[in-house]
T-cell receptor, first 113, second 113 residues
Framework: NAGVMQNPRHLVRRRGQEARLRCSPM?????VYWYRQLPEEGLKFMVY????????ESGMPKERFSAEFPKEGPSILRIQQVVRGDSAAYFC???????????FGPGTRLTVL | QQQVKQSPQSLIVQKGGISIINCAYE??????FPWYQQFPGKGPALLIA?????SEKKEGRFTISFNKSAKQFSLHIMDSQPGDSATYFC????????????FGKGTKLSVIP
């Protein structure tokens, strides 16, 4: 039973480019979360999605960031026109519908040059 | 507004000693309190979790103590080992809504031989 998968593991972008981060939840999990971790900081909630729906995006920056979880395929976190301040580790977590426990992926480390 | 405060920021313990990490929360709607362990370059992994209807939970060398009236909880690692060296995060979530995790800033534990 594969865990939460994220790719790429490392992503380097120049300022102004787009970054696309992918997350495949654990088998049987229909709830997906994205968190951002800045260096030496705890994880901060960004967005919560279920299949084809954004449930809570209260932690998402208002501009340049978007997320989706289509009926088929992985969840995508998209960052347009990246800036140096977007450099961070982005973690995806998933859970079943009947349990609080969230399982985390290995993260994508985004570096903006 | 930081809803979960964690201390200390870093901790050095001798092998065989007890490591203690403390967290305090503000939101009385929180009802699930997990601890995560994170190694460098990896995603957080659930270590142990507690709900406020119990004051203590033990799993192997790891114990959570919970004080509902003080809105505090702590992680005790007994017989600490060098392999326990990692960053530990406390977190909290409410039983309604999106179940998003609110994390403390983390404690970097170093267990020295």
């Amino acid at each position: 039973n594969a865990g939460v998968m994220q790719n790429p593991r490392h992503l380097v972008r120049r300022r102004g480019q787009e970054a696309r981060l992918r997350c495949s939840p654990m088998k049987g999990h229909s709830h997906v979360y994205w968190y951002r971790q800045l260096p030496e900081e705890g994880l901060k909630f960004m967005v919560y999605l279920q299949k084809e729906n954004i449930i809570d995006e209260s932690g998402m920056p208002k501009e340049r960031f978007s997320a989706e979880f289509p009926k088929e395929g992985p969840s995508i976190l998209r960052i347009q026109q990246v800036v140096r301040g977007d450099s961070a580790a982005y973690f995806c977590a998933s859970r079943t519908g009947g349990d609080n426990e969230q399982f985390f992926g290995p993260g994508t480390r985004l570096t903006v040059l | 507004q930081q809803q979960v405060k964690q201390s200390p920021q870093s901790l050095i313990v001798q092998k065989g000693g007890i490591s203690i990490i403390n967290c305090a929360y503000e939101n009385t709607a929180f009802d699930y309190f997990p601890w995560y362990q994170q190694f460098p370059g990896k995603g957080p992994a659930l270590l142990i979790a507690i709900r406020p209807d119990v004051s203590e939970k033990k799993e192997g060398r790891f114990t959570i103590s919970f004080n509902k009236s003080a809105k505090q909880f702590s992680l005790h690692i007994m017989d600490s080992q060098p392999g326990d060296s990692a960053t530990y995060f406390c977190a909290a979530t409410a039983g309604a809504g999106s179940y998003q995790l609110t994390f403390g800033k983390g404690t970097k534990l170093s267990v020295i031989p």
